[in-house]
């Protein structure tokens, strides 16, 4: 295939390369890139190209596959696009003083949250906080797994609506 002819086919499917490429992409710009991106290495690969294949698929392909490596090397670099704001944790004065008396006083509620507690509750509760499993717990407790799982669920439950109202109280 001559220069020519490359030209005058990748023109006849340059439309549908842009539709293919905006599907995949799902941005206007991003797209153009792609497409742009693919017509230079197609054009570098011409002499791959073999006559009697369907130039289309190939170009399809090409498109396909320069979409997939771009993709797995952004999520190889782990990209983020957020806004700045999220980042004003960043930003902080890395120097400035903690104020460890606010967390001191909600370990301190917490702890007397579970101390709160029923027996039945507390135990099953304290002792997945230390790393058992649902299973071994139900073993050294003697009672089904299920209901270790609801005793559970149930102490976090009470937790979070004790904490959620003395942070109400707090404001």
């Given at each position: ?6 030209v ?12 293919f ?22 054009f ?25 490596s ?35 006083m ?12 029923s027996y039945?509750?507390k135990?099953?509760?304290?002792m ?14 003697n ?28 404001a």
């Amino acid at each position: 295939m001559t220069e020519s002819q490359f030209v005058e086919k990748y023109n006849e499917y340059n439309d549908a390369l842009h539709n293919f490429a905006r599907k995949l992409t799902r941005n206007k710009v991003d797209s153009e890139d792609l497409v742009q991106e693919t017509a230079i290495k197609a054009f570098r690969a011409l002499h791959t190209f073999k006559d009697g294949t369907s130039f289309k698929s190939w170009a399809f392909t090409i498109l396909k596959n320069t979409f997939i490596s771009k993709y797995n090397r952004k999520k190889r670099r782990n990209v983020v696009n957020n806004p700045i704001e999220d980042f004003t944790f960043a930003l902080e004065n890395k120097y400035s003083v903690r104020n460890d008396a606010v967390s001191k006083m909600r370990f301190k509620e917490l702890e007397a949250s579970i101390e709160e507690l029923s027996y039945k509750s507390k135990l099953p509760f304290l002792m997945f906080v230390e790393g058992y499993q649902y299973n071994e717990i139900s073993e050294i407790l003697n009672i089904p797994i299920g209901t270790v799982k609801s005793r559970i669920n149930f102490a976090r439950t009470k937790l979070k609506q004790n904490m959620s109202v003395v942070e109400k109280l707090a404001a």
